[in-house]
């Protein structure tokens, strides 16, 4: 399963977030190898978060969150309704990985909400 960057819509593998893309960082194997048995509220630390963003990663409140990721264009800036959804999802689901992630694959990367119609009372 993928989520979405919020800035520039690259899929990204849940299983790579979860796993791999701390490999990406500067930390020592033994520490990104430790990284992976942290809990959720823990792989998000600052010393973390800092490490991320130099290997082009920036997360919400979730490591499944990604709101600038390595593909981004450098003066992108982060969509302000898909962040405002992937957060409140976070919020909502927060320890529920699997169910944020469905959350987040179900609103999709460019998922277009209706328009009310005028005609039927709304």
């Not at 819509?9 to 791999?20: F, K, N, S």
């Not at 048995?37 to 969150?65: T, V, W």
Request: glycine share 6%.
């Amino acid at each position: 399963m993928d989520v979405h960057c919020t800035t520039c819509g690259e899929p990204w593998d849940v299983y790579h977030l979860r796993h791999d893309a701390i490999y990406e960082t500067d930390l020592s194997p033994a520490e990104a190898k430790a990284w992976t048995a942290l809990s959720p509220q823990l792989k998000l630390l600052d010393r973390y978060r800092e490490k991320f963003k130099a290997a082009g990663f920036e997360f919400g409140g979730s490591i499944l969150n990604v709101t600038r990721c390595p593909a981004c264009p450098k003066d992108a800036k982060p969509d302000p309704d898909k962040a405002a959804l992937k957060a409140g999802i976070v919020e909502l689901l927060g320890d529920d990985e699997d169910a944020m992630v469905d959350a987040m694959e179900a609103s999709g990367p460019e998922r277009k909400w209706p328009t009310p119609r005028r005609d039927c009372g709304v």
